[in-house]
């Protein structure tokens, strides 16, 4: 009879236990869901002042000069958009949610650019802004 009670004791613990880490997991879930909302909202608003700032039609150089005014580093990467031989500038603004296979997921502001067709080897002063882009990429990823 002992036995039989301490076994239904230990199922009871049991129990409560695994309720505590049901509980514990779906709160975890609902705070990072809640977090990342957050960090895509506010990725958006950064891309929109940006949109707002830098009209369709600006050249890059003007586009670049704005960067560096306000202190922003950019890396100029090809192709986005069906541009297939135009570099755009990327601008990191922060980061994203990883997954357990990358290191990181880094947020950026693409500026999308056109101009006359030519090889992708340079990016040209020139070229007009057709487009502003927020993208996530995850980096160092397996």
Known sequence: MI??????VWLALLAV?????????AVRIAFD?????????????ITKA?????????????VEAYLRSHGKEFYQECCFSGHTNIWADLVRIGQ????????????????????????????????????VELIERGEGCL
């Open 96 to 131: 994203g949610a990883k997954p357990w296979y990358c290191s990181e997921v880094n947020a950026y502001v693409v500026f999308v650019f056109d101009g006359p067709a030519r090889r992708v080897d340079a990016a040209m002063s020139s070229d007009k802004l057709v487009d």
């Open 33 to 45: 869901k809640k977090s990342e909302t957050k960090r895509q909202l506010e990725h958006e608003n």
């Open 50 to 62: 940006y949109s707002n700032a830098l009209r369709v039609g600006t050249t890059r150089e003007l």
């Open 3 to 8: 036995s039989r009670n301490r076994t239904w």
């Open 17 to 25: 236990v695994a309720a505590l880490f049901a509980t514990v997991f």
